[in-house]
């Protein structure tokens, strides 16, 4: 996770106007924005956390911490205000308390046991301020000053108040209220040497820039991006003689080493590239020299951690030594730099790596060492690395690592090993390759003299080592304590007063400062009244009476001065205190309008324009709005309530009652009334019907035109009951077995033979119109037949094209015979002619995609025979039945 802070100055010297017509908080507020935007492109965005603090008193200071999500954090940028001195010492020192306190309770910094890259919490402190003075309660200071006094447990135990990996990076935004001319044709951006903050991120590994433009600040904005980077910041500082000085010949573009020397600036960012060769030319103005002859010797700069792709954090084996001796019996620790101080000699020598056994690798940050060490051409040869003090009987300690440039000389590496490895690294080798892991006693006793070397603390990271290379069991168990057992109780008892500490911050974030109940007046003057020039005249203007005198005289001292609450809205209307002296004029013109009005209910005790001068972050904000709202009015009709009884949770609350006592009541059905019609005739049960029944349906009873007849009264023709066309299709239908076979319905008996019994004798005109009734119900009948017909013939259709279709699938044929099979089910098909040559037409496209040209031709032969068939049924037809 990379902690991204903004510490922005909230001073009143942050109103000021400058040539874009906005003020410096808000070219502040939006340079955050753009930054964010600009972070936003990099797939490395999503582990960032933000934090937004000012130069406010804690914990007003605190706007997004730890616990606040990234919408307070843009609500928070929005509403910042200007007010106040330049507190810049006591912002940078709560910023660094916030978080220095979130690592003593996680432990990383691992006090008394070395250093270890990989545990790292990066955090870039941008700070946002102008170019003015640091103003303080005391007066004006030309430097920052931090204080001493922290809220942090164990902050002892490191000199300075930040950590390896946080770096402060400034803006110092220098906008002019002129439209300044724009001279500079360099994208370099100098830094802000003149501001006391450029000393703090030179100090911290980082930087400060000084913009003057909006393109300036642009550009400011981009570098800053390209900082933020994983890693920690380390001291190094070369230690014995120079390097012999090497001539390299270059041909083509080559070394001796066949290396090109554009290689060296291929992993460097161009914004990077740029600040070297402006430091270069700043350096060494006149000599025209790449790099100076002493720049290199001390460098302050970051070695980059990676991040494993496949775990999500950095991984690692070895730690950086301490600068002193572990020793058991020590009841507390030494407290230690915040940047290690890692010293290299010059001495070329060998890089040594065996098989197997880990070891860390960190790009340096580009520098003047780096540099000078790429312009070297060696990427052979290695400069070992020492701690001062590391050892127990050597000042300067035992190498435990080395810097090596690439093999491309685009970058230089440090190599963290095992302590004092040019020791161990050829023991292991002899091991391995000599005794095939069966150590002699003399191999023992050398692996044990170079134990005593080795720091306790790097007893763990070696057993892992060795058992990853399959040699356990080589380093005894009782080295793994390096620290006495005050010193393990004491970081405990740090550990926990830092949660304690953490989850007391936390809670204070976003809490209202209680204001003071007011100012008290001193007293303007100690002396006596009788030693006032004006005594006599004033005790006789009191009538000679000193103790009146004293009385009015009298030094206010137990008076107090109030102090204005803002959240308290002023009323205008009925204050005239209330009044800014700046609002006068307004309020003295909306007061004659209210006073000219005609009406007394047009008044209006509040401007329309005051009404709806809402800020924007709080235009929605409807929760505060439906608060202020009356209570509603209760309805007319409540609905009932529900009682939560046993098994049902939904039953109505009545008055229970036992049914069984009181016979008013009447019991339920099971099943839900519904309000019906009057019932009709019983339904028939489900089952197939007699041979001879007659269907027919009762006639709506409309209004006669004519008079009804008597026989028809008297019921002749008796309606029957009335059937849904669902349960006709579903019970007067019988199944049919064989599907094949055509579905042949039989006319009942006496339903024909009342048919022709109407046909052949005259009726009268009440019969006709109950024959015209019937006819229609037997039509209705005949249809519903057809159609359950059709039905069945589509089913069998399209069961036989399946079964055709499968056939002609087939291959390997191309004679009559073949197609046999094929030909039979195109005989079975059913219907008239129409359908019989759709199939076959389906069927001759079916082929055509099987490219069967002969059965094609087979298939509109049989097609033209159906349609001659058809022809000659036609006409053998007598004209009758045409």
């Known amino acids: 996770m990379t902690i991204i802070l903004f510490l922005v100055d909230t001073s009143a010297s942050m109103n000021q106007r400058t040539y874009l017509g906005t003020s410096l908080i808000d070219i502040a507020k939006a340079s955050v924005e753009t930054f964010m935007k600009i972070r936003s492109r990099d797939p490395n965005c999503r582990w960032d956390r933000y934090m937004l603090l000012t130069f406010e008193d804690p914990p007003a200071n605190i706007k997004a911490g730890w616990k606040e999500s990234h919408a307070t954090f843009v609500n928070e940028l929005k509403n910042l205000q200007t007010q106040g001195l330049t507190l810049m010492g006591p912002a940078l020192k709560h910023a660094f308390d916030l978080l220095n306190i979130n690592r003593m309770q996680t432990g990383i910094d691992t006090y008394g046991q070395g250093r270890c890259p990989f545990y790292l919490e990066p955090a870039v402190i941008i700070v946002i301020t102008d170019g003015g003075k640091l103003t303080t309660m005391n007066g004006v200071q030309p430097e920052i000053n931090l204080p001493m006094n922290s809220v942090v447990p164990g902050s002892e135990l490191t000199k300075e108040p930040f950590r390896w990996d946080q770096r402060i990076f400034g803006l110092v935004l220098r906008l002019p209220g002129n439209v300044p001319v724009d001279?500079?044709?360099?994208?370099?951006?100098?830094?802000?040497?003149?501001?006391?903050?450029?000393?703090?991120?030179?100090?911290?590994?980082?930087?400060?820039?000084?913009?003057?433009?909006?393109?300036?600040?642009?550009?400011?904005?981009?570098?800053?991006?390209?900082?933020?980077?994983?890693?920690?910041?380390?001291?190094?500082?070369?230690?014995?003689?120079?390097?012999?000085?090497?001539?390299?010949?270059?041909?083509?573009?080559?070394d001796s080493n066949g290396n090109s020397k554009e290689n060296q600036d291929i992993n460097m960012p161009p914004t990077i590239k740029l600040e070297m060769e402006e430091e270069r030319k700043a350096n060494s103005p006149m000599t025209g020299l790449s790099i100076p002859n002493n720049s290199w010797h001390n460098c302050r700069k970051l070695i980059y951690v990676p991040r494993s792709a496949q775990k999500g954090y950095s991984v690692g084996h070895w730690p950086i030594p301490e600068a002193f001796w572990p020793d058991t019996t020590n009841s507390t620790l030494p407290p230690r730099s915040a940047h290690?101080?890692?010293?290299?000699?010059?001495?070329?020598?060998?890089?040594?790596?065996?098989?197997?056994?880990?070891?860390?690798?960190?790009?340096?940050?580009?520098?003047?060492?780096?540099?000078?060490?790429?312009?070297?051409?060696?990427?052979?040869?290695?400069?070992?690395?020492?701690?001062?003090?590391?050892?127990?009987?050597?000042?300067?300690?035992?190498?435990?690592?080395?810097?090596?440039?690439?093999?491309?000389?685009?970058?230089?590496?440090?190599?963290?090993?095992?302590?004092?490895?040019?020791?161990?690294?050829?023991?292991?080798?002899?091991?391995?390759?000599?005794?095939?892991?069966?150590?002699?006693?003399?191999?023992?006793?050398?692996?044990?003299?170079?134990?005593?070397?080795?720091?306790?603390?790097?007893?763990?990271?070696?057993?892992?080592?060795?058992?990853?290379?399959?040699?356990?069991?080589?380093?005894?168990?009782?080295?793994?304590?390096?620290?006495?057992?005050?010193?393990?109780?004491?970081?405990?008892?740090?550990?926990?007063?830092?949660?304690?500490?953490?989850?007391?911050?936390?809670a204070s974030v976003g809490q209202k400062v209680t204001l003071h109940e007011g100012i008290k007046v001193d007293s303007r003057t100690k002396t006596s009244i009788l030693q006032r020039r004006d005594f006599n005249q004033l005790l006789q203007n009191a009538g000679g009476n000193l103790q009146s005198l004293k009385q009015e005289l009298t030094d206010f001292n137990t008076f107090t001065v109030a102090i204005a609450d803002k959240d308290i809205k002023p009323q205008y209307y009925r204050n005239p205190y209330d009044i800014p002296r700046k609002n006068l004029i307004d309020q003295i013109a909306r007061m004659r309008s209210n006073f000219l009005q005609k009406s007394f209910h047009r008044t209006k005790l509040v401007d329309d324009d005051?009404?709806?001068?809402?800020?924007?972050?709080?235009?929605?904000?409807?929760?505060?709005?439906?608060?202020?709202?009356?209570?509603?009015?209760?309805e007319l009709e409540t609905s009932p309530a529900r009682l939560h009884t046993f098994g049902n949770p939904f039953k109505v609350k009545m008055n229970m009652v036992d049914e069984a006592d009181d016979p008013t009541i009447d019991k339920p059905s099971k099943r839900r009334s519904v309000e019906s019609p009057s019932p009709g005739?019983?339904?028939?049960?489900?089952?197939?019907?007699?041979?001879?029944?007659?269907?027919?349906?009762?006639?709506?009873?409309?209004?006669?035109?004519?008079?009804?007849?008597?026989?028809?009264?008297?019921?002749?023709?008796?309606?029957?009951?009335?059937?849904?066309?669902?349960?006709?299709?579903?019970?007067?239908?019988?199944?049919?077995?064989?599907?094949?076979?055509p579905l042949i319905i039989a006319e009942p008996e006496q339903e024909h033979s009342k048919k022709n019994h109407i046909k052949e004798n005259n009726v009268s005109p009440g019969d006709a119109e109950n024959q015209m009734l019937y006819n229609s119900l037997n039509s209705r009948q005949r249809s519903i037949n057809n159609s359950k017909k059709d039905s069945l013939i589509w089913t069998h259709n399209t069961r036989l094209k399946h079964s055709v279709f499968k056939e002609l699938k087939k291959p390997g044929r191309s004679k009559w015979n073949d197609y046999d099979n094929l030909f039979h089910h195109l005989n079975s098909v059913q219907g008239n002619v129409e359908l019989k040559c759709a199939f076959v037409r389906d069927v001759i496209r079916e082929a055509g995609r099987f490219k069967k040209k002969v059965l094609i031709q087979m298939l509109e032969q049989f097609q033209t025979s159906l349609m001659q068939v058809e022809g000659r049924k036609r006409n053998s037809l007598p004209m009758e039945t045409r």
């Open 183 to 254: 001279m500079t044709t360099s994208t370099y951006i100098p830094s802000a040497e003149s501001h006391p903050l450029d000393a703090m991120c030179d100090v911290t590994g980082g930087r400060s820039y000084a913009v003057h433009t909006q393109k300036m600040l642009n550009g400011a904005l981009e570098s800053l991006v390209q900082k933020v980077q994983g890693g920690v910041v380390i001291n190094f500082e070369k230690i014995g003689p120079d390097p012999p000085t090497i001539e390299v010949k270059v041909e083509n573009g080559l």
């Open 340 to 506: 290690p101080v890692v010293k290299f000699y010059c001495t070329p020598c060998e890089p040594m790596v065996i098989g197997n056994l880990p070891f860390d690798k960190y790009e340096l940050e580009p520098s003047p060492l780096t540099q000078y060490i790429l312009e070297r051409r060696q990427p052979n040869s290695c400069w070992q690395v020492f701690i001062n003090g590391s050892a127990k009987y050597s000042d300067v300690g035992h190498p435990f690592g080395y810097l090596k440039a690439s093999s491309t000389l685009s970058c230089v590496n440090l190599f963290l090993m095992p302590y004092n490895y040019p020791v161990l690294l050829p023991l292991l080798d002899e091991l391995f390759k000599v005794h095939k892991l069966k150590p002699t006693q003399k191999w023992r006793s050398q692996f044990d003299t170079y134990l005593k070397t080795m720091p306790s603390y790097y007893a763990g990271p070696l057993k892992r080592a060795l058992a990853r290379m399959g040699a356990p069991n080589l380093v005894p168990d009782n080295m793994d304590n390096s620290l006495s057992y005050s010193v393990i109780t004491y970081l405990k008892k740090l550990k926990n007063q830092a949660k304690i500490e953490m989850d007391r911050l936390i």
């Open 610 to 634: 005051q009404v709806h001068s809402v800020p924007v972050q709080q235009m929605g904000n409807y929760q505060d709005y439906l608060k202020k709202q009356p209570a509603p009015l209760r």
């Open 681 to 741: 005739p019983k339904r028939r049960k489900v089952g197939p019907l007699p041979k001879d029944y007659v269907f027919c349906r009762s006639p709506t009873p409309t209004p006669p035109a004519s008079p009804v007849p008597d026989h028809i009264m008297e019921g002749d023709f008796s309606p029957q009951p009335d059937y849904k066309e669902d349960d006709f299709e579903e019970n007067n239908v019988p199944e049919q077995e064989d599907e094949d076979q």
